[in-house]
């Protein structure tokens, strides 16, 4: 049975609100072993595993230090990463997916939504902006980062060039983590101050604690961590779209995802 614990607000995601990950086969590997991982869509730290399919992303690449490599498979390929580590150290892989839409036929359902996430006073705004109260689109797109340690795990994360992005501040392999675990969260070039950071906690029998921090001034949140758990952290921009961006796919609102996963060791 899953355990769902929601920190700070009690509320139920509504289905729109699938989160977006990737998840490796190992988190740890050898350094002559291989990096494996899928491309998951789903909800409460589970869900539907994406085949390689280069139509579907915008960018799929590792980083180790500073090494760059591009991710290269055949369409189809499951798991969806198969390819030898960067370096020895902390590899991060990164997907940006293309470009989706999600349709709400009510007002009720958006808003839902904008109270999962702590978006504030949206109402207003689509008011203001004389938008529809039914049949409306948004259009969202997806940033996924994992954390693998290949032989020492050396390393630190950093950012890779995503629109938003989640940096973990804290190596889950190699440092303390006594204190907690720290990422930091951006927009473009700035950090998200006071913004909700959505974190999945998953053991070995697949159950999963669902907690909500804030992060602080500096666009830091930090939260506890155990050994033995997988972790998926979430945060979501909501803008309006681009002229653009509206006229292509008809949406009046944009989402963006920030996805971080990664497991602390036994």
């Known amino acids: 049975m899953r355990i769902i614990a929601l920190i700070l607000t009690l509320i139920s995601a509504p289905a729109a609100a699938h989160e977006f990950w990737i998840e490796p086969t190992a988190y740890q590997v050898e350094p002559d072993g291989s990096l494996e991982a899928d ?20 960018n799929f690449a590792l980083f180790a230090g500073n090494q760059t490599t591009r991710v290269t498979g055949r369409p189809g390929d499951t798991p969806a990463l198969q390819q030898d580590p960067v370096a020895e150290g902390l590899n991060i892989a990164a997907y940006q997916a293309s470009n989706a839409t999600v349709d709400y036929e009510n007002w009720e359902k958006f808003q839902s939504f904008v109270d999962h996430k702590d978006f504030g006073d949206v109402r207003s705004v689509h008011d203001a902006r004389s938008l529809p109260l039914e049949d409306f689109k948004e259009v969202y797109s997806r940033y996924a980062k994992t954390l693998i340690g290949v032989g020492n795990s050396a390393g630190a994360d950093r950012r890779v060039g995503l629109e938003t992005e989640i ?48 992060t602080d001034e500096n666009g830091i949140a930090t939260f506890p961590v155990r050994p033995g758990y997988s972790y998926m952290v979430d945060a979501v921009v909501l803008r309006e779209p681009s002229d653009a961006l509206a006229q292509q796919f008809g949406a009046v609102w944009e989402t963006l995802w920030a996805n971080l996963t990664f497991a602390v060791p036994q």
Do not use: C, M, W
Request: proline share 3%; hydrophobic share 40%; aromatic share 14%.
């Open 39 to 58: 491309i998951v869509n789903g909800q409460e730290f589970a869900g539907v595993k994406l085949a390689y399919l280069p139509q579907r992303f915008e």
């Open 167 to 214: 940096v973990a501040l804290t190596n889950p392999y190699t440092d303390a983590l006594d204190n907690g675990f720290q990422v930091q969260v951006y927009y473009r070039n700035d950090v998200r101050a006071n913004t909700q950071v959505e974190v999945f906690e998953k053991g070995a029998q697949d159950e999963v604690v669902i907690s909500l921090y804030q």
